[in-house]
T-cell receptor, first 113, second 111 residues
């Protein structure tokens, strides 16, 4: 099925460890996004990439880095995980977010202990 | 960061009941979007609204773009078990390029 694929689905990290969340889309969308979702907070934008080769900070970028590897792939890296980064992370893609909305992946549930 | 005020936070309803929820903003928006998130999945777009006063339906769901451009409403008629989940509003105004999201309304069907 066409869509957005995120890996892994679940991850437990120790404080200070690093990891990369992977995201790939097969809809030929130009824009890709990383969000985090916390209880009672809705979705908060971490980073986005409006097109291949560009990335920009969102609302909560501290502690994260991203790479737009090519048009299909957009990865999120935590260099030194902290308990405050315990969250559910969603990758999304779109060509026209205001008209067609985003297509979201199924999420990565990350726990930092 | 800026957020929309979405209410109620959660709703316990009987199957067959009608449901209403809303979002309000302190600033004017020119686009309102309503999403639904099923457990363990990402949000899925339900309805998009682009003009003040616009009323749009998607099956049993109806959403309205408030006249003041600072609010939006979502109604679900004759709720069924598969309506359970979290409903999010999201909006965009002239001053924000990216979408701003509400905190969600969790819909629970009473057994």
């Amino acid at each position: 099925n066409a869509g957005v694929t995120q890996t892994p689905k679940f991850q437990v990290l120790k404080t200070g460890q690093s990891m990369t969340l992977q995201c790939a889309q097969d809809m030929n969308h130009n824009s890709m996004y990383w969000y985090r979702q916390d209880p009672g907070m809705g979705l908060r934008l971490i980073y986005y990439s409006a097109s291949e080769g560009t990335t920009d900070k969102g609302e909560v970028p501290n502690g994260y880095n991203v790479s737009r590897l090519n048009k299909r792939e957009f990865s999120l890296r935590l260099e030194s995980a902290a308990p405050s980064q315990t969250s559910v992370y969603f990758c999304a893609s779109s060509d026209s977010p205001l008209r067609y909305g985003y297509t979201f992946g199924s999420g990565t549930r990350l726990t930092v202990v | 960061g800026q957020q929309l005020n979405q209410s109620p936070q959660s709703m316990f309803i009987q199957e067959g009941e009608d449901v209403s929820m809303n979002c309000t903003s302190s600033s004017i928006f020119n686009t309102w979007l309503w999403y639904k998130q099923d457990p363990g999945e990402g949000p899925v777009l339900l309805i998009a609204l682009y003009k003040a006063g616009e009323l749009t339906s998607n099956g049993r769901l109806t959403a309205q773009f408030g006249i003041t451009r600072k609010d939006s409403f979502l109604n679900i008629s004759a709720s069924i078990p598969s309506d359970v989940g979290i409903y999010f509003c999201a909006g965009r105004g002239d001053s924000n390029y990216q979408l701003i999201w509400g905190a969600g309304t969790k819909l629970i069907i009473k057994p």
